[in-house]
């Protein structure tokens, strides 16, 4: 069944029926809605926490530094 047969079958369905139909297209396509961004969103922040060491420090002195920022700024 193509689109168009569809839609010219729905339009003779009853008021009623087309306003349910209505409804679970809508709650069909919000499933569907609420899936997709969190993937995305997840495929952004990847390797977001990564640190990465200075040029000339050690990692012990990358490690402690991160630390005292993180303890400073959640005081």
């Known amino acids: 069944m193509t689109l168009q047969e569809l839609q010219n079958q729905v339009l003779q369905l009853p008021t009623g029926d087309r306003w349910q139909l209505v409804q679970v297209l809508l709650e069909s396509l919000k499933r569907e809605a609420d899936l997709k961004p969190k993937r995305r969103n997840l495929s952004r922040l990847r390797g977001i926490a990564k640190i990465s ?6 990692n012990a002195q990358a490690d402690a530094d991160y630390v005292t ?7």
């Open 53 to 58: 060491a200075v040029p000339g420090e050690s």
């Open 69 to 75: 920022y993180l303890t400073e700024k959640y005081q």
